[in-house]
């Protein structure tokens, strides 16, 4: 399926963080990210909530190399524990592109289940 949404994002702690929330029209659904950058393990965490819930769901944590993220957690799908694989990739000044994808099997085998192809739109906040 494919679906447009429109993302928010507001930076926190002077880059060392930022909160975002989307909205899926289609849908009538939200979701918030907070990413909090831990300077002591030099990790980025990413905490998701949806309207749907309203839980703040377990961190996944990880880093960037170069113009790529990788970032690793626990999750469920379905009732079942998984584990949760997300991928953030810079594809130039204005454009990314994420990636989930997620392992039942204890990370031997995944499945990719949801990308989003983001376009900034609006003047980068600082």
Known sequence: MEFPG????RPLFGGAGNI?????PASRQHGLTL?????????WSLHWSDSRTGRLYPPLTGGFTGD?????????YDGRPVRAHFVW???GRDTARWE??????????????????LTRTGQAGG
């Open 20 to 24: 975002d929330e989307i909205s899926f």
């Open 6 to 9: 429109h993302a928010v994002v």
């Open 35 to 43: 990413r909090l950058f831990d300077r002591e393990t030099e990790r």
């Open 68 to 76: 790529r993220g990788d970032f690793h957690g626990e999750d469920t």
């Open 100 to 117: 989930q994808e997620l392992s039942a099997d204890d990370g031997r085998s995944w499945e990719l289940n949801w990308t989003m192809d």
């Open 89 to 91: 990739y810079r594809l």
